[in-house]
């Protein structure tokens, strides 16, 4: 990974805290304690005279993800739920991984902005907006090459596909400690338990049989 890369990476994940979609920390750090049965927004705090440097440490972000599956792409998260020392600072990554012609289907973080650089490869990306004046929902696109870097605003639907022969790499960061994911046919046809055939065929304006197939196909996936 290019030093350049990796300092950039670094500083927009810095800047993020200013503008986070988290709430602002009102202390040091607040390590997330993952034993606590206690529920609240976020994690509750470890006690700090029991905080290691690993509670803010991950390795293995230089090691390829697995893109053998039905979409060939890999995302390997690192938000709270990897390093607890992210929790309260309204921030996280991820590696993707793209097999040849491999896809990151469309889908939203419901908590936050992403900004992506690619590492190598070239990707065709982009986001749709929301509803416009007009009822239109705009698609808003590029190809990305080795070092462009795009911006995804939180909560709008995008995804990012590897138009080359080769395999591509990107670096994503995050507005929050925890972005949650709906990554949009799974969510819509593989739902537990199902959306109703007769709602799904009346949105998407086809067949109750199409629909029905492609529920089987998606619960057989998740």
Do not use: W
């Amino acid at each position: 990974m290019a030093a350049p890369i990796l300092v950039f990476v670094l500083l927009s994940l810095a800047s993020s805290l200013t503008f986070a979609s988290d709430p602002s920390p009102l202390q040091d750090f607040c390590v997330a304690d993952n034993k606590s049965p206690v529920l609240v927004n976020g994690k509750v705090c470890k006690d700090p005279k029991l905080v290691k440097a690993n509670d803010f440490f991950k390795k293995g972000l230089n090691k390829a993800g697995n893109t053998n599956n039905r979409v060939g792409s890999n995302v390997t998260q690192v938000n709270v739920a990897q390093i607890p020392g992210l929790n309260t600072l309204g921030i996280s990554m991820a590696r993707i991984d793209f097999a040849p012609y491999g896809l990151n289907p469309p889908h939203t973080h419901p908590r936050a902005t992403e900004m992506i650089v690619v590492q190598e490869g070239t990707l065709y990306v982009g986001f749709v907006t929301s509803n416009l004046a007009n009822g239109e929902n705009r698609l808003i696109s590029k190809v990305l090459n080795k070092g462009d870097v795009f911006v995804f605003p939180i909560g709008l639907i995008h995804f990012q596909f590897n138009v080359g022969k080769t395999n591509a790499v990107a670096i994503a960061a995050l507005s929050s400690q925890n972005p949650g994911v709906i990554t949009i046919a799974n969510a819509v046809f593989g739902s537990n338990p199902s959306i109703s055939d007769d709602v799904l065929a009346k949105a998407f304006q086809v067949d109750k049989s199409l629909v029905d197939h492609l529920q089987a196909l998606f619960k057989m996936n998740n």
